[in-house]
């Protein structure tokens, strides 16, 4: 995020939306755009942007973009679909946006698309007979292994649906079902694809719903209990997700209300947020995966993503922590001129707040294959790092060193100083080291910022060829800083994980 001029805040973005005031320069009309008319809106006094084939005038919100007007310019005149979605899918464009619309892409004419089809047939023409034999059967065979599908039995008191994933690594983490007012949606992440089961039940079922799932076999069971003994003579009907293994990022993101259930305090500005999940939700958020609260704010659909933390850091590492499959803690800072901050810090105990499905592409497979872990966080960067340490810590053992670098600017502002202090005393792989920007007279530790030459001292791998990976998340320009200072240092893009949600 960037620092944003006075008057130039969400809720200033709001007023203006509503204002009645011609953001589009074409006096509430909507028209249809060629590529060729998009391309010529590329400046920043005159920007349109197209997203999922709606073009917008984004002008007139450029100076309230948090990302800045640089980010904004990477997709002037273009297509920001991609762009889009890798740096912030859950946001609600359509609400934040609908009095920016400039209208719809123009479909491409018939010619054009010969051409290009053309194109690819004579690609084709180039390639030998027998690589577009294998090539054909490499795609069934991934189609084949890709695809699942789903059988559902009775009982007089359950109804059981399954799942044939066809994968052998399944555990709880890929699945997540949902079951409330007669509405069952069951979700299976299948690397970066997803199956969705989602139909409105025949009949009611009770609130409880039971997962079990056979790794091995890749098979999954979801199994509801009837509020009435009676036979059914269908599962549902289907709703217009329902049955299909698509991209995650094509699903869309979806979400259910939990309650706030408490709220403490961790330092003068950040507080632990506990939520309770539905009862008729399974939903376990990975190691390194973040979810997306939701607010309404103003009448505008708002949405900011965080990192699920412990609600404490585990001393005793003997094995792993059970998840109770019911509450998720958050640590939040609360800004004094944050309005989604703000609306979280007026929850009361008892009140409901949006959380969607878990996202990020954090894999854990990537700590089990190193022997030195390395995690550099800037204020609430700590997040992420919370489970990611104690996963390193109970179930990796071929890690020898696990560093934390944590830039803070006071020490009033350390997240759980004592418990990390505490952890380091425990176990001797891990080691943490505290930095400040703005240090009070009586500290004795490091100050500064993030820089290559503190990053030289204290990044380092424990032997010349050990395998390392580096963590870092924090503020947008500490990460972009830190990632090109590591690479100056002669560290790897493999080696570097960026959490940038």
């Given at each position: 995020q960037?620092p944003?001029?006075?008057?130039?805040?969400?809720?200033?973005?709001?007023?203006l939306?509503?204002?009645?005031?011609?953001?589009?320069?074409?006096k509430?009309r909507?028209?249809?755009?060629?590529?060729?008319?998009l391309?010529?809106h590329?400046?920043?006094e005159?920007?349109?942007?197209?997203?999922?084939g709606?073009v917008?005038?984004v002008?007139?919100?450029m100076?309230?973009?948090?990302?800045?007007?640089?980010?904004?310019?990477?997709?002037?005149?273009?297509d920001?679909?991609?762009?889009f979605?890798?740096?912030?899918r859950?946001?609600n464009?359509?609400?934040?946006?609908?009095?920016c619309?400039?209208?719809?892409?123009?479909?491409?004419?018939?010619?054009?698309?010969?051409?290009e089809?053309?194109?690819i047939?004579?690609?084709?023409?180039?390639?030998?007979?027998?690589?577009?034999?294998?090539?054909?059967?490499?795609?069934?065979?991934?189609?084949?292994?890709?695809?699942?599908?789903y059988?559902?039995?009775?009982?007089d008191?359950l109804?059981?649906?399954?799942?044939?994933t066809k994968?052998?690594?399944?555990?709880a983490e890929?699945v997540?079902v949902d079951?409330?007012?007669?509405?069952?949606r069951?979700?299976i992440i299948m690397?970066?694809?997803?199956?969705?089961v989602?139909?409105?039940?025949?009949?009611?079922?009770?609130e409880?719903?039971a997962?079990n799932?056979?790794?091995?076999?890749?098979?999954?069971e979801?199994?509801?209990?009837?509020?009435?003994?009676?036979?059914w003579?269908?599962?549902?009907?289907?709703?217009?997700?329902h049955?299909?293994f698509?991209?995650?990022?094509?699903?869309?993101l979806?979400?259910?209300?939990?309650k706030?259930v408490?709220?403490?305090?961790?330092?003068?500005?950040t507080?632990l947020?506990c939520?309770?999940?539905?009862?008729?939700?399974?939903?376990?958020v990975?190691?390194g995966?973040h979810v997306?609260?939701?607010?309404?704010?103003?009448?505008?659909?708002?949405?900011?993503?965080?990192?699920?933390?412990?609600?404490f850091?585990?001393?005793?590492f003997?094995?792993?922590?059970?998840?109770?499959?019911?509450h998720?803690?958050?640590?939040?800072?609360?800004?004094?001129?944050g309005?989604?901050?703000?609306?979280?810090?007026?929850?009361?105990?008892?009140?409901y707040?949006?959380?969607s499905?878990?996202?990020?592409n954090?894999k854990k497979?990537?700590?089990?294959?190193?022997?030195?872990?390395?995690?550099?966080?800037?204020?609430?960067?700590?997040?992420?790092?919370?489970?990611?340490?104690?996963f390193a810590?109970?179930e990796?053992?071929?890690?020898?060193?696990?560093?934390?670098i944590f830039?803070?600017?006071?020490?009033d502002?350390i997240?759980?100083r004592?418990?990390?202090?505490?952890?380091?005393?425990k176990?001797?792989?891990?080691?943490?080291q505290?930095i400040l920007?703005?240090?009070?007279?009586?500290?004795v530790?490091?100050?500064?910022?993030?820089s290559?030459?503190?990053?030289?001292?204290?990044?380092?791998r424990?032997?010349r060829d050990?395998?390392?990976?580096?963590?870092?998340?924090?503020?947008?320009?500490?990460?972009?800083?830190?990632?090109?200072?590591?690479?100056?240092?002669?560290?790897?893009?493999?080696?570097?994980?960026?959490?940038?949600?």
């Open positions: 960037v944003l001029k006075p008057g130039r805040s969400l809720m200033d973005w709001i007023r939306t509503k204002s009645g005031k011609d953001l589009t320069g074409l509430g909507l028209i249809e755009v060629t590529e060729d008319e391309a010529k590329n400046k920043k005159d920007c349109w942007i197209c997203i999922r709606f917008y005038n002008t007139p919100y100076e309230y973009h948090p990302g800045g007007e640089d980010e904004l310019m990477k997709a002037a005149g273009t920001g679909t991609d762009l979605d890798q740096v912030h859950w946001v464009y359509e609400s934040m946006l609908k009095e619309l400039v209208g719809r892409m123009a479909v491409k004419p018939i010619a054009a698309l010969k051409g089809l053309l194109h047939l004579i690609f084709l023409q180039q390639i030998p007979a027998v690589i577009l034999v294998v090539f054909s059967k490499l795609l069934t065979l991934n189609l084949v292994f890709k695809s699942s599908n059988d559902w039995f009775q009982t008191s109804i059981t649906i399954v799942i044939y994968q052998k690594d399944m555990n890929l997540i079951c409330q007012d007669k509405r069952l069951g979700e690397d970066d694809h997803s199956y969705l989602e139909v409105d039940l025949d009949h009611v079922v009770s409880d719903v997962v799932i056979a790794e091995k076999v890749g098979k999954v979801i199994i509801l209990n009837k509020k009435d003994n009676i036979h003579k269908v599962l549902g009907q289907p709703w217009e997700g049955n299909t698509i991209k995650r990022t094509d699903r869309g979806f979400y259910r209300k939990c706030l408490s709220k403490t305090e961790v330092t003068h500005d507080k947020f939520l309770m999940l539905p009862k008729g939700t399974h939903l376990h990975p190691t995966q997306y609260l939701k607010q309404i704010i103003a009448g505008t659909e708002v949405a900011k993503p965080y990192t699920p933390v412990l609600p850091l585990p001393l005793d003997q094995e792993p922590p059970r998840h109770d499959g019911v998720i803690y958050l640590m939040i800072k609360i800004y004094s001129h309005l989604f901050t703000q609306a979280l810090d007026h929850l009361q105990i008892g009140d707040i949006s959380v499905n878990p996202e990020g954090f497979s990537q700590v089990q294959t190193s022997e030195d872990l390395l995690l550099l966080a800037g204020g609430t960067g700590f997040t992420p790092m919370v489970k990611l340490l104690n810590l109970t990796v053992s071929c890690l020898r060193t696990v560093k934390l830039f803070n600017k006071t020490e502002d997240l759980w004592n418990q990390l202090e505490q952890l380091a005393l176990d001797e792989r891990f080691e943490v505290f920007s703005q240090p009070s007279k009586n500290w530790g490091k100050q500064g910022k993030i290559s030459s503190l990053l030289s001292e204290f990044v380092k424990s032997r050990s395998k390392v990976l580096i963590c870092i998340c924090g503020p947008a320009p500490f990460t972009e800083q830190g990632v090109q200072y590591l690479k100056d240092l002669g560290y790897s893009q493999e080696e570097i994980h960026t959490f940038t949600a």
